[in-house]
Structure formats: C-alpha cells, structure tokens
C-alpha cells in the first residue's frame, strides 16, 4: 500500500509537470500569439469581379512582416496570426521581406523607450528556441534566418529564398512566393560589423537601422535622444552599400534617416508606416523627410494598423496610400502590412484583394493599383539585390 501510494503521488506529480510544461510551452505562446496578432475583419467589403480580375494579374509585394518570430509552421495554414505560405500564395503575394525581431522593451510605446529591457528573451525561452538565443540578439537573427531557410528547403519549390536578382525573377517566373530576409534593428550586430557580413552569409539582404529604442546604430524614432548616426552606424551603412543590401529606416530617428540619405547614393527603404500628415501619430515621421526618401529614390510601405493609418480598416490603409501616391508620387509607394508584428490588422494575407477593391473605391486607377500593390517593389528589388 506504501509503495502503490508513492507510485499514485509520482505519477500525479509527473501528470502535473507535463500539464505545466505544455502550458508554458504550448498553449501560453499560441495564445498570445493569436492576441497580438488578431485580425480584426474588413467590415464586409465585397471583392467585386472588376478587383478580383485586376489582382489576379498582379504580383502583390509587402516590405515587412514579423512571421519568423512566432512559434507556428509557416508552410501550414494556421488560424490564428496574420501570415504563413498558403494564406500569402491565397492572397496573391509573390514578394515578401520577412524580417526578425530580436529585441522588443517591455512597456514599448511609440514616444521614449529605454530599451533596457526585453520582452522577447521570454518568448525565446517559452517557443523552445535554442539556448545561445536566449542571451545573443545576433544569435536571433541567425535563427530566423535559418528558419526561413529550411522552410524554403521543404516547400517544394512554392517558398524560395531571395538572396539575388536571378532567385527573385525565379520565384517571379515559377509564381512562388520570394522570400527576401532582413532584420528589425541592427542591434543584432551587437556592435560588431563583422556580424552584418555573416548575417549577409546567411542572407541577409534588408537592414534596419532602428527598432522602438536607441542603438549602437544611432537614435530610435522612438528612443531617447533623437540622435543620428554614429560612426558605427556610419559604417554599417557604408558597408550594407558596398555589399548591395538594402537600407530600411522604419523606426529611426529623422536625423539617422536624413543622415542616412547624406551618406550614401543608394535609395532606401522605410519599411512599414504611415504619412503623418494623413495622420498624425508619433509613429510617423514628417511629410518632408517622407519627401527626401522618395526624391533619393527610395519606397515607402504604408503598414496595416491604427497608428500607422489611423485606423484598423482597409478605407484607412487605401486613404493613406491615396495622400502617398500625391505626396510622392505613386513610383515611390508600396505595402509595408507589418504582419505578425503584433499589431492588429483589418484583413490577413489571405485577402489582400480587399486592398486592390478598397483601392479602386478610393479612385486610383489600375496602373497605380497595380504599381503600389506590387509591381513598385518588385522593381525596387530587381534594381537594388546584388546580382
């Protein structure tokens, strides 16, 4: 009876731990998963004949989202996030840069952040990732890169990954989705511009300079001191030049962007956004420096959620690309949906036709639907990959 009621206790205590640790690290992480990354609907917009035809025709480009992050299979459909190959390939998507996070402060807001903590170590403990990922920001970035690159490994030819020129028009001609990889932040340098080269090695082909806080890089939009670029920014964006990536300065102070656009003939990126004078938010930067990135050749990704447009609707997104196209130019506009960036978002990949409808009521005609939708980025990329 003593032994049989120690086997009960041992086996009722290893049960316990079992449903402790699927709790911790399954059901916790997709949990919050599908919270932060919930869409919220499109308010019943129909995809008329004249939309669905017209998106058909079209390779439709987005320059930001955060699927790498999260603990889900990108090659299977999943119902909760915003992202994954079958809903992408569903929505017409041919081009996407799917970029790794590595650092996140706790508290983050789009006005002062320290960046003297990081909620991600957490989640990189919690989705099993490995052990030398816990404590490096360039070990994150590694990973993710790495993900991307076994996911494409086993997709069969409908998932490739753009390090060239030669594998964008591949993936183009094949009508696979080209997966381009960048990073969320240069601090996954962790100051050492030997690790841009082995992120390169690893195909990295996007760098942002900024995330929500300042760097080694310079100031954060979002940061403390409004700084520009250091000298070791500087050098990183000298050698992202020489080694034809492409800049992104989506959250980076205004003084790095124009500091940025000083130094180097090479057009840049500002990922994912909105205007600020369709709507005026600290999350975006002034219509005049807006200006300078397109005039220097550079595109525009105008994002999916509240602080970016202003509101969670596709009116609100096609609006924002409305006062883009007329403030830059259409050549200069593109997507920047900020997927799985734990934002939340009208519609998921699946229905980027919604956006090609939301943009025909919003009276654009075909060639610009066509240009900001797709075809703008897919060029920007064609021009600035290494060859």
């Known amino acids: ?22 709790l911790l690290f399954v059901v916790l992480p997709a949990r919050y998963d599908a919270r932060e990354n919930a869409v919220l609907g499109h308010g019943g917009i129909v995809v008329g004949e004249a939309a669905r035809a017209l998106h058909a025709t079209m390779p439709v480009a987005d320059l930001h989202a955060d699927t790498l992050l999260w603990m889900r299979d990108p090659l299977k459909r999943h119902r909760r996030g915003q992202t994954d190959l079958p809903r992408l390939l569903e929505g017409g998507v041919r081009l996407q840069v799917f970029t790794a996070v590595t650092k996140s402060p706790r508290g983050q807001n789009y006005e002062r952040n320290a960046g003297d903590d990081d909620q991600l170590t957490l989640l990189t403990v919690v989705q099993r990732w490995p052990r030398k990922t816990w404590d490096s920001l360039f070990e994150r970035a590694v990973h993710q890169a790495r993900r991307l ?23 183009l001609a094949a009508n696979a989705l080209g997966g381009v990889f960048g990073i969320e932040g240069a601090h996954a340098l962790e100051g050492d511009l030997d690790k841009l080269d082995r992120l390169y090695d690893e195909g990295l082909r996007v760098v942002g300079l900024q995330h929500f806080f300042d760097n080694e890089l310079g100031g954060s939009l979002h940061g403390l001191s ?39 003939d090479r057009p840049v990126i500002i990922s ?18 807006m200006k ?40 200069h506009v593109a997507l920047g949906s900020d997927f799985d960036g734990a934002v939340k978002t009208p519609i998921d990949a699946s229905q980027m036709a919604v956006l090609t409808q939301a943009l025909m009521d919003a009276g654009l005609d075909d060639a610009t639907i066509r240009a900001v939708m797709g075809e703008n980025a897919v060029r920007f990329f064609r021009e600035h990959l290494p060859e």
């Open 292 to 331: 300078a990135i397109a005039a220097h050749g550079g595109l525009v990704g105008v994002g999916f959620w509240d602080a970016a447009v202003c509101a969670p609707t596709p009116q609100a997104i096609a609006g924002a690309i409305v006062y883009a196209v007329d403030l830059l130019g259409a050549e």
């Open 1 to 22: 009876m003593h032994r049989a009621g120690k086997w009960w206790f041992g086996g009722v205590a290893a049960a316990l731990a079992a449903t402790g640790a699927a």
């Open 272 to 289: 994912h956004t909105g205007l600020k004078g369709h709507c005026d938010t600290p999350r975006n930067i002034s219509d005049a420096t």
């Open 149 to 171: 690159d076994r996911a494409a490994a086993r997709a069969g030819g409908d998932l490739i990954f753009v390090r060239t020129k030669s594998d964008l028009d591949r993936a």
């Open 226 to 264: 409004g700084a520009g670029l250091t000298e070791f920014g500087r050098a990183v964006v000298l050698r992202a030049a020489e080694k034809r990536m492409i800049v992104d300065v989506a959250h980076s102070s205004e003084a790095v962007v124009l500091e940025t656009l000083a130094l180097t």
